[in-house]
C-alpha cells in the first residue's frame, strides 16, 4: 500500500510563511510527477503546483513568484514553500502522486489526506 503524509499547515498572518512536506512510502512506487493541489472551501481542486509530464515544474498563476515546489526521489519527498501567504491561499492543501507500481503497474495516483493552510489575522 502507498501512503502519502503531507505535514506543515497551520494558522499564519497574511505575509508570512510555511513549508509543507510529502512524504511517499509503501510499496514499490515510481513516482514520475509529483505536485500539490488545493481546495478552498465550495471551490474545486486545483493545482498549485508541481512536476508535470517532461519534468517541467508548473505553477498555477496566483502562487507564481511566491511558492516553490520541490522535490527529492531519493527521500520520496517533495515540498511547497509558501512565503507572502494572502487569505486567498487558505485551503486544504493535498499531495498528489502519479507513477508506476511493482514496475508494472503503470498509471498508478495516490492522494494524501490534506493538511489544512489558514491565512488570517
Avoid at 510555511?18 to 493545482?47: D, H, I, K
Avoid at 517541467?56 to 501567504?85: C, H, I, P
Amino acid at each position: 500500500q502507498v501512503d502519502l503524509v503531507e505535514s506543515g499547515g497551520g494558522l499564519v498572518q497574511p505575509g508570512g510563511s510555511l513549508r509543507l512536506s510529502c512524504v511517499v512510502s509503501g510499496g514499490s512506487f515510481r513516482a514520475n510527477t509529483m505536485g500539490w493541489y488545493r481546495q478552498a472551501a465550495g471551490q474545486p481542486r486545483e493545482l498549485v503546483a508541481g512536476i508535470i509530464s517532461g519534468g517541467s515544474t508548473k505553477y498555477a498563476a496566483s502562487v507564481e513568484g511566491r511558492f516553490t515546489f520541490s522535490r527529492d526521489v531519493a527521500k520520496s519527498t517533495a515540498w511547497l514553500q509558501m512565503n507572502n501567504l494572502k487569505p486567498e491561499d487558505t485551503a486544504v492543501y493535498y499531495c498528489n502522486a502519479r507513477g508506476v507500481l511493482n514496475h508494472e503497474l503503470y498509471g498508478m495516483e495516490y492522494w494524501g489526506k490534506g493538511t489544512l493552510v489558514n491565512v488570517s489575522s
